[in-house]
């Protein structure tokens, strides 16, 4: 605007025209501070003033804004409060902040084009507060649920199994539902007398009873087994819940026989120290029972105390099995269900069919030798086909030939002397008692 000053300034240039004359220099203090510009002249501050009132385009902040600012918190509030939970806090953030560029733009363009000025920082604050405030109590929901589970499966499942039930915790399903398990059953012979040692010294029984539940679990707990419960002297293990096992039945036999394993170590250590100490020692014998089945798998009890258990037929049956060890002479007793998937893994030997106490229908009972090593032996695989012979010769009560292939499959593995003494017995008392033309082999159990 120095130009006015000009001797040939021509006057016609700004005929008709408001002239605003002003300084720019910081020194002269007439510096503003505007919306758009931190340091603008003031004269400029005056030039914008005077063109907004003869255009008549003003700023406006019409009447519905408030509401419309408080519909987008409260609708965008409700949407992350649903939405987060269910998707997770990435999806949420990515809503959140899509969310607020979308207000800021829509903002701007408001306020340049249709010079209507909307608020959103306000609204943009509001929802992002809500997203961080969504996303903490799913945050402390997760953790609280993991904490449960860990909690509540720690004792029965192996730490690495517990903290995958942690991270995916869906894969947990409270309540009852239908599986196919395995079930391990195994409690100690004679525990009575054993007991009845410990008289004087109760705690030196606890001390007993829990170096010995504690390599057995490790048993369990590292083939993916969950122990159900201990009952004094006995433990109840499953498979495949709360976590799927393909392999169930294969783990449950292999727990089995490496329990013997630590059993005998057990049973060396503390003879040593009875031997030492000039104490009395009597060896830990146990008896298990395995079988497979369908059962109902769930948080069990009344609502002042539940746990997570199994209840079905097939339980009961791996508990009888466990009952039948001792009658037959074997360490382990399986059921034909667990035989018949785990039959090219183990070496097996059929022992009798039975109707355990308190079933009507017979089953077919086996026990289990020992690992795929053995099956493939030819010693194992002659004493496997003289048995057969044997119990199909006192199946047609055959009884000479059946009392000779007795004597044949005792010569040939000695460790199952009891089990052919059975049949010994057997066949003697049926030599005296025949039974009906139509007996069909199966034996009726009485005791448990």
């Known amino acids: 605007m120095w130009k006015v000053f000009e001797d040939d300034f021509d006057p016609a240039t700004v005929a008709g025209k408001i002239l605003f004359f002003g300084t720019s220099a910081a020194g002269l203090k007439d510096l503003r501070t505007t919306p758009l510009d931190p340091a603008a002249a003031g004269v400029e501050v005056h030039v914008q003033a005077a063109e907004q009132m003869l255009s008549g385009h003003f700023m406006e902040r019409p009447d519905w804004a408030d509401g419309m600012e408080k519909i987008f918190i409260l609708v965008m509030g409700l949407l992350l409060i649903v939405l987060t939970p269910k998707f997770g806090a990435v999806p949420g953030a990515s809503i959140s902040i899509g969310t607020v560029v979308g207000a800021i733009l829509m903002s701007w363009y408001l306020y340049t084009d249709k010079l209507l000025l909307m608020d959103p920082i306000y609204p943009g604050i509001a929802v992002l507060a809500i997203y961080l405030s969504s996303s903490t ?4 929901q997760t953790e609280a649920e993991r904490e449960r589970v860990r909690g509540a499966f720690s004792q029965y499942l192996s730490p690495a199994l517990v903290e995958q039930l942690a991270k995916e915790p869906d894969r947990l399903r409270l309540g009852g539902e239908s ?11 004679g525990f009575t007398s054993i007991s009845e040692t410990f008289k004087s010294n109760p705690q030196g029984l606890t001390r007993l009873i829990n170096r010995f539940l504690t390599p057995l679990t490790d048993c369990i707990l590292a083939r993916n087994g969950t122990i159900d419960k201990y009952m004094g002297d006995c433990i109840m293990a499953f498979w495949n819940a709360p976590l799927d096992d393909e392999e169930h039945p294969a783990h449950a036999c292999e727990s089995a026989l490496v329990m013997f394993e630590e059993l005998e170590i057990l049973n060396q250590a503390r003879e040593a120290e009875a031997l030492e100490s000039g104490e009395i020692f009597i060896p830990l014998n146990v008896g298990v029972g395995v079988n497979t089945g369908d059962c109902v798998v769930g948080n ?3 609502e002042q105390r539940f ?11 791996a ?12 360490g382990i007793v399986i059921g034909e269900d667990t035989k018949v998937i785990v039959s090219e893994e183990f070496a097996i030997l059929e022992l009798d069919l039975i109707a355990v106490k308190g079933k009507a229908e017979a089953v077919r009972i086996h026990t289990v030798l020992g690992r795929k090593n053995l099956l493939q032996q030819p010693d194992f ?3 496997k086909d003289q048995h057969a012979t044997m119990l199909a010769a006192y199946r047609n009560q055959d009884w000479t030939t059946a009392q000779d292939l007795i004597k044949d499959c005792r010569a040939a593995d000695g ?3 009891d089990l052919y003494d059975l049949y010994d017995e057997r066949v003697d008392f049926y030599l005296e008692n025949p039974p009906d033309p139509d007996w069909d082999g199966v034996f009726i159990a009485t005791s448990k």
């Open 415 to 417: 460790t199952l002397g």
């Open 179 to 189: 599986r196919n398990m395995s079930f391990l059953f195994c409690d100690v012979r």
């Open 381 to 383: 695989i002659a004493l």
């Open 307 to 317: 746990d997570y258990s199994v209840l079905g037929d097939s339980v009961n049956l």
């Open 137 to 140: 109590i799913l945050y402390l």
């Open 300 to 302: 069990m009890g009344s």
């Open 319 to 330: 508990a009888r099995l466990e009952g039948q060890s001792k009658n037959y002479g074997v």
